[in-house]
């Protein structure tokens, strides 16, 4: 059964059941058999929900769709907003419309991203039509991760990054097809001792 939930009341739900692991100055649950809506309109495997304290800033990005009404005339505007820390990874469309993972401080007005339109049940583009600083935070901030290629959920309907610092596999995948490193890039030991 689809249900929409916050991303913390999420995590609040499953640490009643699921345990929590301890990782650096993270707090991770891997849930079984849930999953979460991503770009095409697919749902994918729940792998984690983590949260963790910072004191980095957040911005509140708010952006428009705009959608015809029984192939009227007749616009009619939406908004959706998303907070997130000013170096989460979002999915912006570049110039081509294929995704560009890039840090929400960097990005600008007018720039287009994926938008979860529930009353239709598709996915349209938005346009970002403001940024605002919400300043530091000392809360904690959630995340998930998925199982997908891509990385991505929606997040308050705006298609966004998973984490990267749970599962370091991404990164290495990337760095792999990108520059052509070979497997043992995997096996490698971060300074901070762990093993990824």
Do not use: W
């Not at 509140?60 to 959706?80: N, S």
């Not at 901030?141 to 990267?164: G, K, P, R, T």
């Amino acid at each position: 059964m689809e249900q929409k939930i916050d991303i913390k009341s999420l995590y609040d739900e499953l640490s009643k059941t699921y345990a929590i692991e301890y990782r650096n100055s993270y707090e991770v649950i891997y849930p079984n058999g849930f999953e979460i809506k991503t770009y095409g309109n697919r749902y994918v495997k729940l792998v984690a929900v983590s949260r963790h304290k910072t004191n980095k800033h957040l911005v509140k990005i708010i952006i428009k769709t705009e959608k015809t009404i029984d192939d009227k005339q007749y616009l009619a505007k939406h908004f959706d907003e998303v907070i997130v820390t000013t170096d989460h990874v979002c999915m912006r469309y570049d110039r081509d419309h294929f995704f560009e993972n890039i840090n929400a401080k960097n990005l600008k007005i007018d720039d287009y991203v994926s938008v979860y339109d529930e009353s239709e049940d598709k996915e349209l583009i938005g346009t970002i039509v403001n940024i605002k600083d919400l300043g530091e935070t000392e809360d904690y901030v959630y995340d998930c991760e998925v199982d997908d290629d891509m990385h991505a959920f929606y997040a308050d309907n705006v298609l966004i990054h998973n984490s990267q610092f749970i599962n370091i596999k991404c990164v290495t995948d990337h760095f792999k097809q990108q520059y052509g490193y070979d497997e043992n890039l995997g096996m490698h030991t971060l300074s901070n001792g762990y093993t990824y």
